[in-house]
Nanobody
Framework: QVRLVESGGGSVQAGGSLRLSCEAHGDTDNVDCMGWFRQRPGKERQRVAIISTGSLGAGTTSYTTPVRGRFTISHDRDRNAALLQMDSLRPDDTGMYYC????????????????WGQGTPVTVHE
């Protein structure tokens, strides 16, 4: 079982930055991807960014269009953590951000992994 611990959420003014961190603990030998989803008020859960963490295709990333060029996902192998650097934040980036980890890149992309964090809130003010 994989346990995901998120941190880094908070409140910022529009144009500001935040950095989210998600550390994976437990049975992580089969983790091949990690990523972030978000749920904005009144909206469905949305994929934000995914990164491949396994030996094959390591570093492969995918971003949803609204965050491309503003958000950067990376993987810290020493901490077994997925990091999401969020710059040029906008009010519509406000929401709860959830980390996921899976054994295949497609699993992370489709949000079908059983491993999820508790969520960390992000609020961006006008």
């Amino acid at each position: 079982q994989v346990r995901l611990v998120e941190s880094g959420g908070g409140s910022v003014q529009a144009g500001g930055s935040l950095r989210l961190s998600c550390e994976a603990h437990g049975d992580t030998d089969n983790v091949d991807c990690m990523g972030w989803f978000r749920q904005r008020p009144g909206k469905e859960r949305q994929r934000v960014a995914i990164i491949s963490t396994g030996s094959l295709g390591a570093g492969t990333t995918s971003y949803t269009t609204p965050v491309r060029g503003r958000f950067t996902i990376s993987h810290d192998r020493d901490r077994n953590a997925a990091l999401l650097q969020m710059d040029s934040l906008r009010p519509d980036d406000t929401g709860m951000y959830y980390c996921t980890a899976g054994s295949r890149f497609s699993e992370c992309m489709a949000a079908t992994s059983a491993s999820w964090g508790q969520g960390t809130p992000v609020t961006v003010h006008e």
